[in-house]
């Protein structure tokens, strides 16, 4: 949440500034800023909204100066405005933040009573105005920064940036991700090397509890305790790095045409020479767990929740699911033989991020499912299973669903063969039904005229029900969220059976019913579900294979998948919940890839 950038460069940086902004935007678009130091002095621009209102401003009020910082915001601590924007200055200083300092409320109490007035509402605001009151009290900027670091709680990422002082900027990671790139005479910093992917290819990730000097020469690095230490310099792929929509109109709709190239890539990845099964990690320990604890938030949760039938199904092993924010705060009982997997496409989420801190000590072996190999996440878990969806732009989350679902169904199986619950013949024979997944997923987008023409329907609806049993009751929660998330359409999920003890009532002709449901052994049971949603006249739209839709007979709606095998339907049938989803925000004009109140990456908690 929030996206910072810092630029020691050889000419005018707020160009190169605005450039990596843009690439960042995904985390928060509530503000934009940036800071300058020019011939000794602090000077900087803010502007409410997207960043082209801050690129619109600059063109009017241009901002000189060779060394900068900049901010792209996503409000937590006072609502989007000029005076809540990044860079905060005080004086002589300017910082960008990502995160929350915790105890802000105490130290602006502690500032005000020594006289500090303060210009806005957010928690930011203590860190500039205490490394102020620390150069006034004659610190050098190394000297106040570090002290003002000493006083912060909470999980962060910063840049200072001082008067005066045009070859220095100084960052700090606590909690929330920062990396140093590396150029020719020039330095950078930067939230995720995709910010710095047009400037460098050679990047530092700052370790947790880490500060840094940066100057054009190079990067001091000290972790917690003050002790100078070296973090290695790794080389990214600036190819892969590098995010543009390629033709589409949308992130999303780039994103969603991806997927069967993602799944045959990340299957590649994983097949191993093992006589046609995958390589996974080694270590992995299923046949001595007793229990698979998973934990995550949103879509990556509704991923879970489809796993947790095939990690039972498929291996007996027993599951317990939960979504991050809520799992620390009930006593979740652990076990020393229990395997805890968290799953995030960010791998920067904070709930989830603090679930696997809270388990680490307790269980066996804590494995992460991630889209970002570098995140916090994949660093403090003991064994990484990268899905390989490349980067995520679209705040709607698409190809990492979809990925992530398949890097599961591997676990599962796995799990399966390890635990003596598949035979070898068996766990080939689903591999295989795996492999096959990206050509049923491109059958599955070929659908996309078809549900443009439906969802106009949709798009005129005030609320939307979506409904599926087993694997197919996750997949109606993913639609709803897809739909709520992009179109600002209400949106329920609902499992098939549970309709008939509460949700009927809200049946009647206005209410659209979106009904997953393939031809497998719940098949019959969804049906009449949806009967009882037609007797009442709702207005179904059934989601089925052909002997689905045959066996169905008419229905007001309806949409034909490819018949696949049950391993890999919901794979293939979330990619109508992401088309319905995309095609009704089209019809009713929303911002598609940058909803309103969201942000990508959610690290707070
Ligand atoms: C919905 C969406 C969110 C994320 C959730 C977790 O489209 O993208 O619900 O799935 O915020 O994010 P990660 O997977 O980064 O932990």
Known sequence: MCGIVGVLGQHEVSPIILDALKRLEYRGYDSAGI????????????????????????VHQPLP????????????????????????????????HNGIIENFRALREELAADGAVFTSQTDTETIVQLASQYLDQGMMPVQAARATLRRLDGAFALAFLFEGEEDMIICARRGSPLCIGHGEGEMYLGSDAIALAEMTNRITYLEEGDWAIVTRSGVQIFDADDRQTARPVTQINAAQARVDKSGHRHFMAKEMAEQPAVLQSAMGFYSGLDHGGVDLPAGLDFARADRLIMVACGTAYYACQVAKYWFEQF??????????????????????????????????????????????????????????PTSSIAREADLVLPIHAGPEIGVASTKAFTAQLQVLALLALRAGLERGRLGWEDYLARLGELRAAPGFVAQALDREDEIRRMTEMLAKARDVLFLGRGVMYPLALEGALKLKEISYIHAEAYAAGELKHGPIALIDKDLPVIVFAPHDALFEKTVSNMHEVMARQGRVLLISDAAGLAEAGEVPYSLQMPTVPDLIAPIVYAVPAQLIAYHTALHRGTDVDQPRNLAKSVTVE
């Open 65 to 96: 100066g060779r060394s900068g910082i900049g901010h792209t915001r996503w409000a937590t601590h006072g609502g989007p405005s000029v005076a809540n924007a990044h860079p905060h200055q005080v004086g002589r200083v300017a910082v960008v």
């Open 315 to 372: 291996a007996g092993l027993p599951v317990e699911l939960d979504i991050a924010s809520e799992f620390r705060y009930r006593e979740p009982v652990l076990g020393p033989q229990n395997m805890a997997l968290f799953v995030s496409q960010s791998g920067e989420t904070a709930d989830t991020l603090a679930a696997l801190r809270h388990v680490r000590p307790h269980v066996a072996q804590v494995v992460a499912v991630v889209n970002v």
């Open 35 to 58: 800071a300058t130091v020019n011939k000794g002095r602090l000077d900087r621009r803010r502007a409410v909204g997207k960043l082209i209102h801050l690129s619109d401003m600059l």
